[in-house]
């Protein structure tokens, strides 16, 4: 999501995260952890590790989305009973998604591996054909399937059904096409100046290829992705105080997890035991609201962010 900052509160700048140029030292400290874990051998692919990427993508990952509703009023002057119709909205998409997964789980997984190659697909503002960005998005997915394709199989029937190995069979033939648009993408990302966003991408692309599927895809959603959007967010957010804005996230995406918990108690023979598979299910389900929330968002605040130059030469006529 690109979130340009409210006119009142950024004099008409963008975000500075807003074009894929913001890199964060954190990313570089967990890339080089991992590859000095790799080389040194250290089993990534088992369990504990596993485990433990797990945690990392779902405490780093869920706050993503977590200021949607802070952000909407922002944008739009609501009253009490328009946010609570908002936020009911909201939990409604959340929920119609947790129904996807539990009665007809495969179409709920080709929604989510469709809805997260278009977010993904907003990281990279310098292409600017849609079908490209899309493409550029699915690399992130791609590129596991290549390194890693029986375990990615094996993650997406866990979620889903067996008949989900096709649908790994098929992204892992797409793959040579989307890390092909991606390297496009990198290079103008390098010839437009964002360099450190082009070497970290290109970086994490061989890292997602080389490294076990959940550790690979932890350190690109929550060290490279994640981090410029809470940024932007931060941004727009920026009379809440450090405390509440932290306090936020961490109140909402409790919220998130105990949901899921909930409905894995009501539900247990509908979900796979897999701790992973039920972490992307519920990833899944709160990134649908977002991403549609957050589209809608980055029009509006576009238009108002328009609209205020336009004002100003109107007012400023004699």
């Not at 989900?164 to 040579?176: C, F, K, N």
């Not at 105990?258 to 979900?271: D, Q």
């Amino acid at each position: 999501m690109t979130i340009l900052a409210h006119p009142r509160l950024s004099s008409h700048r963008r975000a500075p995260t807003g074009r894929g140029d913001a890199v964060y030292p954190a990313y570089w400290i967990a890339a080089a952890a991992l590859i000095v874990a790799t080389l040194l051998g250290v089993p990534l692919g088992q369990p504990a590790a596993v485990a433990a990427a797990t945690i990392v993508f779902l405490g780093g990952g869920l706050p993503h989305g977590a200021y949607d509703i802070a952000l909407l009023r922002r944008s739009v002057a609501l009253d009490r009973s328009a946010l609570g119709l908002a936020v009911g909205g909201y939990v409604a998409i959340a929920l119609l998604m947790v129904a996807l997964w539990l009665t007809v789980p495969l179409v709920a997984m080709v929604l989510f591996l469709a809805l997260a190659a278009v977010h993904f697909g907003e990281d990279w503002a310098m292409l600017e054909e849609p079908l490209l960005r899309f493409a550029a998005g699915a690399a992130v997915i791609g590129a596991a399937t290549i390194g890693h394709p029986p375990a990615v199989a094996g993650l997406f029937v866990a979620m889903s059904d067996p008949r989900a190995e096709v649908i790994a069979q098929i992204v892992t033939a797409a793959a040579p096409v989307t890390l092909l648009v991606t390297l496009v993408g990198i290079v103008l990302a390098w010839r437009n100046g964002s360099r450190h966003w082009a070497t970290a991408m290109a970086a994490c692309l061989v890292l997602l290829i080389v490294l076990p599927p959940v550790a690979g895809f932890s350190l690109f959603f929550v060290f490279l992705h994640s981090p410029r959007h809470l940024a932007q967010t931060r941004l727009v957010l920026r009379d809440m105080t450090l405390a509440r804005w932290l306090g936020t996230g961490a109140l909402l995406s409790g919220l998130a997890i105990l949901g899921w918990w909930g409905v894995r108690s009501l539900a247990p023979s509908r979900l796979d035991p897999s701790v992973v598979a039920q972490a992307f299910q519920l990833l899944a389900s709160v990134a649908v609201p977002h991403l549609l929330l957050s589209r809608w968002l980055e029009r509006r605040l576009e238009r108002q962010l328009n609209a205020i130059p336009s004002f100003q030469e109107k007012t400023a006529t004699p």
